[in-house]
């Protein structure tokens, strides 16, 4: 019978106590016993059973199932960091990764980007902008026009003079050409009501 020394206890074995490699590697065998190999998991795993602090906000916890952060939150915002971390680290690699991402999809690539437009711009969501859009019956909130090449989303330029909003002012979604319009006056209803009374002097003289 064929038999192989286990590192860990130095003992000599049947090929028949160690566990294969996997599949990929099925004929070789791991260095380790079995019997050594369920000790050494039996050790790691009452290990977890302390309390220890989280990586992430350094609380003391009792492990339940993660044993290394005491709650989702805390996981998710350590992998958001080492993210971020190795984006500023490795900036060339990151913007030829997001290239041929957008190469590869790019539907989600332009959903990805109206979504992250949306919220930093205006603080909305994609599905609060299709809700607004929808109230509207898809048109115009001015004109009442369904085709544009371009519409836009109007807001009180009192609240928020940059073109970067709060959320809470805004108005309703224009054509281009009715943001423009009310982009140009300023929002001053005088000068609206001056461009009104200005068209009916010529539009009198024409009849």
């Known amino acids: 019978m ?8 130095k003992t000599p074995k049947p090929k028949n106590d160690y566990y294969s490699r996997g599949i990929k590697r ?30 992430e906000c350094s609380t003391i916890f009792l492990p339940s199932g993660n ?22 680290d490795n900036p060339k690699r990151v913007k030829y990764l997001q290239k041929r991402w957008r190469k590869l ?7 990805r980007y109206r979504r992250h ?16 859009f929808a ?5 115009c909130a001015l004109c009442n026009i369904n085709t544009c090449r371009q519409w836009n989303i109007d807001h009180d330029h009192k609240c928020c003079s940059t073109t970067k ?19 140009h006056a300023h929002d001053s209803i005088d000068i609206l009501k001056l461009g009104i009374k200005y068209l009916n002097k010529f539009s009198e003289k024409v009849v």
């Open 26 to 55: 099925s004929t070789e065998l791991e260095a380790v016993c079995k019997e050594c190999r369920l000790k050494r998991s039996k050790l790691n795993y009452d290990g977890r059973k302390i309390e220890r602090p989280c990586r």
């Open 117 to 132: 437009r949306l919220k930093t711009k205006y603080g909305l969501t994609l599905e609060t902008f299709d809700a607004l």
């Open 135 to 139: 109230s509207q019956n898809r048109r």
């Open 67 to 88: 044993y290394k952060f005491c709650s989702s939150v805390c996981q998710q915002k350590y992998a958001d960091k080492i993210s971020a971390k190795w984006s500023k």
């Open 2 to 9: 064929q038999t192989k020394t286990c590192k860990k206890c």
């Open 165 to 183: 909003t709060c959320g809470k002012c805004i108005r309703g979604i224009l054509c281009n050409n009715c943001n423009t319009m009310l982009g």
């Open 105 to 111: 999809k790019p539907e989600q690539a332009l959903i």
